[in-house]
């Protein structure tokens, strides 16, 4: 469980970091990559979500 945090902590981190240096350049490509980057991890937590509901609940 630790080790699930702290990855995510990483991604956040990581992300917030790929944000902030591609804004440093040009702020509207940071406001794209960031959209970009919601819209992907949206679809991973879709994708996360669906998978759930499809596995058996039977012991």
Not at 12 to 41: E, K, R, S, Y
Request: charged share 10%; with cysteine.
């Amino acid at each position: 469980m630790k080790l699930v945090i702290l990855s995510w902590l990483a991604g956040l981190l990581g992300f917030g970091l790929l944000i902030t240096g591609v804004a440093m350049v040009h702020v509207p490509a940071g406001c794209i990559v960031a959209g970009v980057g919601l819209i992907f991890w949206a679809k991973l937590a879709d994708r996360a979500a669906a998978a759930m509901q499809s596995k058996p609940k039977g012991g």
